[in-house]
């Protein structure tokens, strides 16, 4: 469990254009790690957020199934910070509460693969990754990113 602050916090739509809330958090506490003999210090370190409040389906319309699964998880993430559960909420104008709060959260780590840019002959193609950056044994380079798994409440 860490704690995380709330530096930013704003509603645009996503590149989709589904309505979107892009939260910006710093770990707070646990100032520092251990993994292995290994000792990180986190604290500082960003966590981004990207929860969207309704879903499109390809062919524009709203998908309820998905729309009302990303509504749940976010009207979740309101009551778990205190929010009015009796309080109306707008899909398309949705409250923005946690600026500036302190939250308790569980975070993982997403691996991914190190890549190179993009060619402009795979661009041309219409690829959008480069190929896997590999080490000298041709291994493909992992990296980690910081994930927000899941908003337990307020930190006490």
């Known amino acids: 469990r860490y704690t995380l602050h709330c530096v930013e916090e704003k509603f645009a ?30 604290a500082g370190l960003k966590v981004t957020q990207y929860r969207t409040v309704k879903v499109k389906d390809e062919n524009g319309d709203w998908d309820t199934v998905k729309s009302d699964k990303s509504w749940g998880n976010f009207r979740d993430e309101l009551l778990a ?50 190929d896997p950056i590999t080490d000298s044994a041709g291994n493909e380079i992992k990296t980690y990113q910081i994930q927000l798994q899941s908003i337990q409440g307020l930190a006490s």
């Open 13 to 42: 739509p996503s590149n989709k254009g589904n309505p979107m809330i892009t939260r910006e958090f710093e770990i707070v506490s646990p100032a520092e790690i251990q993994i292995g003999d290994r000792k990180y210090n986190i």
């Open 81 to 130: 910070i205190g929010f009015d559960p009796e309080a109306e909420v707008d899909d398309e104008n949705p409250p923005l509460e946690f600026k500036g709060k302190n939250i308790d959260a569980i975070l993982y780590a997403r691996e991914d693969v190190a890549r190179k840019s993009v060619t402009p002959e795979q661009a041309a193609k219409g690829i959008r990754q480069g």
